[in-house]
């Protein structure tokens, strides 16, 4: 299992209408907060192993409608939490 953090910028007035998206369309999803600061949206995903990361965003997320830009981070470990 891979995990990635997505941060969306989204056209005007298009966030809620793209995090509405993200969480009925795209399956791999697990949870989806608005933000402050340069980006409107950030996303966690649990890909299968060896899926094509580069694919998966630019071929299923950066075409949802109303995301204008991406900025991508890959997770290598998860520490403690509740």
Same mark, same amino acid.
């Given at each position: 299992m891979q995990t990635? /953090? &997505?941060q969306f910028k989204?056209?005007?007035g298009m966030a809620?209408? &793209?995090a509405d998206t993200l969480v009925q369309d795209v399956e791999?999803?697990?949870e989806v907060y608005s933000t402050s600061g340069q980006y409107d949206l950030?996303?966690?995903f649990y890909l299968p192993a060896g899926q094509d990361l580069g694919r998966f965003?630019?071929?299923r997320l950066q075409v949802v409608d109303g995301v204008s830009?991406? /900025?991508t981070t890959v997770a290598f470990k998860a520490f403690g939490g509740k």
């Amino acid at each position: 299992m891979q995990t990635i /953090f &997505v941060q969306f910028k989204c056209r005007p007035g298009m966030a809620y209408a &793209v995090a509405d998206t993200l969480v009925q369309d795209v399956e791999e999803i697990s949870e989806v907060y608005s933000t402050s600061g340069q980006y409107d949206l950030i996303a966690k995903f649990y890909l299968p192993a060896g899926q094509d990361l580069g694919r998966f965003v630019t071929e299923r997320l950066q075409v949802v409608d109303g995301v204008s830009d991406t /900025f991508t981070t890959v997770a290598f470990k998860a520490f403690g939490g509740k």
